[in-house]
């Protein structure tokens, strides 16, 4: 019912940036919680930042300095501007939304990206 696109991942040297979308579709009544996880080779998935409809963030303390993330609220997009990118920022990058959805019952939902590979060499 809610679908999520990312876009913006690539390949890249160490320290550079890059800037990732997500946008948002479907039957969506409102969004609380957007944010961004990864997984890397091995590893769980991980949050690396949220933000809330009011603009509250959050981040991952490896990330924190120098990752921004922002949403824009008409568009149901969040973005992710990553800076000074280190080759242990490589990863798969995923969308995540909660919010409800249209309907009598304005049901909860929670959608996933399909995710965005970020490589970052050394």
């Known amino acids: 019912q809610v679908q999520l696109v990312e876009s913006g991942g690539g390949l890249l040297q160490a320290g550079g940036s890059l800037r990732l979308s997500c946008a948002a579709s479907?039957?969506?009544?409102?969004?609380?919680?957007m944010g961004w996880y990864r997984q890397a080779p091995g590893k769980q998935r991980e949050l690396v930042a949220d933000?809330?409809?009011?603009?509250?963030?959050n981040y991952a303390d490896s990330v924190k300095d120098r990752f921004t993330i922002s949403r824009d609220n008409a568009k149901n997009t969040v973005y992710l501007q990553m800076d000074s990118l280190k080759p242990e920022d490589t990863a798969v990058y995923y969308c995540?939304?909660?919010?409800?959805?249209?309907?009598?019952?304005?049901?909860?939902?929670?959608?996933w990206g399909q995710g965005t590979q970020v490589t970052v060499s050394s």
């Open positions: 933000i809330t409809s009011r603009g509250s963030t």
């Open positions: 479907g039957s969506i009544f409102s969004i609380n919680a």
């Open positions: 995540n939304a909660e919010g409800l959805v249209i309907g009598m019952l304005k049901l909860p939902f929670r959608s």
